[in-house]
């Protein structure tokens, strides 16, 4: 039982979705305040309690703890207690993660998609509250990271600068960003996210960013003034660029298969090594208390006693609270029914499942159900289909439409409208007995239609017999796979006295019918079988196929013969049937109801810098992790995409469909590997892929949301040339962090977060040949308050106005940028940052709700 104190620890805990963090302060728990978040001091330990709303799947939550590097003993011992008792606060069912500074999982950086920060001391600095109007700073940020961005503070002088990473000086009214010249975009424009977070986080909005190319600094001076205003004049050259590979969290694509059809005992806990980058801890319902307590000890124990990193990351959790990452470890998972005997999910078991109607009309207007059906329209949009033959294309007769044959690859191009605008998906269907020359020529063939087209076309491989919906739904319930053969004109292909063809499918929708082997081992009672002969093609209904099921194998069979057509129900087959199969045998009669269990999509960033091929996962995943430099990988189990960003690298766009393929290979649960992969560019993305995403804006890439764009925006606010500095408060520091000078009353600037300063100037530049800067104030009459670089005007006056009534300089569709905090978040109800973080449409209809749009 808990006592009283650690139960009012966790009176303010709420189980709504979301983020919560505390601290530990004289071991005691204390709430984190909003604005802090992604703020960590290195001398503490904080508890983060993470609630996620997943769509339709309910919710799912995680305990973290955060070991700071200076943080003491009795305070991570006393995270540990804390994290038991608020899993034991929340019924046992939250995964409990030990997180160490500069080692957390991707898991919990994913909270904090603007990067976290590591600030020097703790304990009492730790727990004072953001003063957005405090000014009083001067600290020097490390930024490393591509994908999850970690900013240290260092020491305030050149000799913490190097080539390749980027640097945050933060003078409180102003921050500048200095880029090393080794730097690439994706990490400028990581760093220039942050600089904003920290000014409308920390300063309310209240200050100006500045960024300088390391390199080119002539074409900053009066940044570079400011910068040499603390950092005094720069001489010799900087230290060479660091790798980002201890920074950039990665998980190889494979991983040892952990077991096959398990059912953990309940009785028992179990410590899983995944490989040494991560120990899982599980804990069966019915082990004992002792043993459930007694099990993250002994997974620190396991890690010492294999000589693991003592930062290896763990994971702790409940049976019946695995996370996707534990259960996908395993080939062939098994959830306990609450009879308490385990229910396999594995793929490739014969089962029943009926497919439910759904209007086609809403695909387009909801992307989120396009993507569950795999569907971009109702497939009345128009097809062309050719044939590889030669090496070349062949165009195919619309009559032969949808019949293939094992010996072929086709090339399939979709084309269908969408607001008016023509949208393609090009498939690659590979026949089972294509050889290699004919599946390689295909994929050249299709990148030429791709080049024909201006990369807009979504290219998908299609292995035979694992075609998607879409592309079933294309041919109208009338698709058909010849085993082998070929359907080039002039070919005569060895016919068979019988053809049997496995039909499954209730509409034209999903329909197809499978040449399999003419024997009575392969009929399922599930089903409809045609058994072509010389003389007549038998109808076999299976006791528990359907009547739409009857409806589309007479489709189909009046595609395949124009003969006489016999029905034959089963259990009253004639003699002259079996003797066509070559006798009777037993076959699979069993009627299953097991519905194939939902996998949660995962993104992943594809990468082969390191000389194998690695994959980094993408948690809580959104639209704005799709890094334009990348290859990123979208897993909805039974399809992969691939997404290319414009600025990938082009070996790694080349070897996308090879990396896909490595992925499904090495996948730990056992994939399918014939699994379809889609291929999309950046900008040509459809419902079926963007409907994964919680929200999507089409025009995220095109309305300043590229660093260029980003950074012209910042260059644009304002100049730095007239912001004057105190010189005096750059001096010489006491302990305290104040400038010794008896003269400087009140610093303008203390140092933040612990007892360090700037290293004195050395004797080549003296302070008193530091130049000054200055902020310009425009003073403009009327009712509004005044800002470095923005003037603020009472909403009177902007709320319900025509454009023409609004104040000299205010832009109609912009007017919320001249309210203050306070109105702001009163007129919207959120604050600038939330707000920010929504898709523009979301943006507009909270503008025109509160009149300024």
């Known amino acids: 039982m808990m006592s009283d104190d650690r139960l009012d620890a966790f009176k303010g805990v709420t189980r709504k979705p979301g983020l919560q963090i505390w601290t530990i302060n004289k071991m005691k728990l204390v709430p984190v305040s909003a604005r802090g978040f992604g703020n960590f001091f290195e001398g503490d330990c904080y508890i983060v309690l993470n609630i996620s709303q997943n769509r339709g799947w309910g919710q799912t939550s995680d305990i973290h703890y955060w070991l700071g590097k200076a943080s003491s003993v009795d305070e991570q011992g006393a995270a540990a207690i804390y994290v038991a008792q608020l899993d034991e606060h929340l019924g046992g069912g939250p995964v409990q993660h030990r997180e160490v500074q500069g080692n957390e999982s991707a898991l919990f950086r994913s909270y904090f998609k603007k990067g976290l920060i590591y600030k020097k001391g703790g304990v009492a600095s730790g727990f004072q509250q953001v003063d957005t ?16 961005v970690t900013a240290t503070e260092v020491e305030v002088s050149w000799n ?22 080794q730097s690439n975009r994706r990490e ?18 209240r200050a100006q960013i500045g960024v300088v190319e390391g390199g080119e600094e002539q074409s900053s001076p009066e940044l570079m003034k ?3 205003a603390v950092l005094g004049q720069r001489s010799g050259s900087l230290k060479s660029a660091t790798s980002d590979d201890t920074h950039e969290l990665q998980r190889e694509s494979g991983g040892s298969r952990s077991g096959y059809a398990l059912l953990l005992p309940c009785q028992d806990c179990y410590i899983l090594d995944h490989k040494g980058s991560s120990v899982m801890v599980w804990k069966g319902k019915k082990a004992s208390k002792v043993e459930r307590q007694a099990a993250f000890n002994r997974a620190l124990g396991f890690i010492k006693a294999k000589k693991y990193p003592p930062n290896t990351r763990v994971e702790v959790m409940s049976e019946g609270g695995e996370s996707a990452m534990f259960k996908q470890l395993f080939q062939c998972w098994r959830d306990r029914s609450p009879t308490g005997v385990g229910t396999a999910y594995n793929v490739g078991k014969i089962g029943k499942v009926d497919q439910a109607k759904f209007d086609v009309m809403q695909l387009h207007a909801r992307p989120e159900l396009a993507a ?21 294309l062949a165009e195919v007769k619309p009559s032969m439409y949808g019949q293939f044959y094992g010996g072929d690859c086709y090339l399939v191009l979709y084309t269908y409208l969408k607001a008016g605008q023509p949208h393609y998906i090009l498939y690659m269907w590979q026949g089972r007995h294509a050889s290699k020359d004919e599946i390689a020529e295909c994929a050249t063939q299709a990148d030429i239609i791709d080049n024909k087209y201006k990369g807009a076309p979504v290219q998908v491989r299609v292995v035979m017999g694992k075609e998607p919906r879409q592309f079933l739904a294309l041919f109208k319930g009338k698709f058909i796979i010849f085993e082998g053969g070929t359907g080039r004109p002039g070919v005569v292909n060895s016919e068979q006295d019988a053809r049997l063809f496995h039909v499954r499918g209730t509409d034209e929708m999903n329909t197809k019918a499978t040449e399999v082997p003419p024997r009575a081992s392969s009929l399922n009672s599930n089903d409809v079988f045609l058994l072509r002969t010389i ?9 528990g196929c359907s009547g739409d099921e009857r409806v589309m194998g007479r489709a189909v069979s009046d595609v395949l013969t124009r003969g006489g057509k016999q029905v034959v129900m089963e259990g009253q087959e004639p003699v002259e049937f079996w003797v066509a199969l070559g006798g009777k045998a037993p076959y699979a009669n069993d009627r299953l109801q097991r519905e194939e269990p939902f996998h949660f999509p995962r993104l992943f960033e594809c990468s082969n810098q390191t000389g194998h091929f690695r994959i980094t996962e993408v948690y809580d995943f959104a639209q704005s992790d799709l890094d334009e430099e990348d290859v990123m990988l979208l897993d909805t189990w039974e399809e992969i995409f691939l997404w290319v960003g414009n600025f990938a690298n082009k070996k790694e766009t080349k070897e996308a469909w090879i990396n896909a393929q490595e992925y ?26 963007t409907g994964w995403f919680s929200s999507w804006d089409p025009h995220k890439w095109s309305e300043g949301n590229s660093y260029e764009q980003m950074k012209r925006t910042l260059s644009d606010a304002g100049s730095f040339s007239q912001i004057t500095l105190n010189n005096a408060s750059f001096n010489k520091m006491g302990d305290d962090g104040a400038p010794s000078s008896p003269s400087s009353t009140t610093p303008f600037y203390r140092v933040h977060g612990g007892n360090w300063s700037p290293k004195p100037m050395s004797p080549t530049s003296p302070s008193s040949q530091r130049p000054q800067f200055t902020m310009p104030l425009t003073p403009i009459d009327g009712p509004m308050h005044l800002r470095a670089d923005r003037v603020y005007y009472e909403p009177k006056l902007l709320v319900n106005k025509l454009p023409d009534q609004l104040p000299p300089g205010v832009d109609p569709c912009q007017r919320e940028d001249h309210l203050t905090d306070k109105d702001f978040e009163g007129l919207l109800g959120m604050s600038r940052s939330e707000f920010e973080r929504l898709p523009k449409w979301r943006q507009n209809e909270l503008k025109k709700k509160a009149g300024l749009f």
């Open 133 to 148: 109007n405090a000014y009083s700073v001067l600290r020097l940020l490390h930024i490393k990271g591509r994908k999850h």
């Open 160 to 181: 913490s600068f190097n080539n390749g990473d980027i640097f945050l000086l933060d003078l409180g009214k102003a921050i500048v960003q200095w880029n090393g010249p």
């Open 188 to 205: 400028k424009l990581k760093a220039v996210v942050l600089a904003q977070d920290i000014r409308d986080r920390e300063r309310g909005g």
């Open 226 to 228: 400011a910068m040499m």
């Open 372 to 392: 569950r059906h795999r569907m971009v329209d109702d497939a009345s949009g128009d097809v062309k289909v050719w044939r590889l033959e030669n090496s070349e």
């Open 535 to 543: 003389g007549v093609c038998y109808l076999w209904y299976g006791k």
């Open 664 to 689: 499904l290979r090495m996948h730990p649960a056992g994939r399918d590997r014939d699994t379809a992969i889609i291929f999309i560019k950046q900008g040509y993305e459809p419902p079926t892929f």
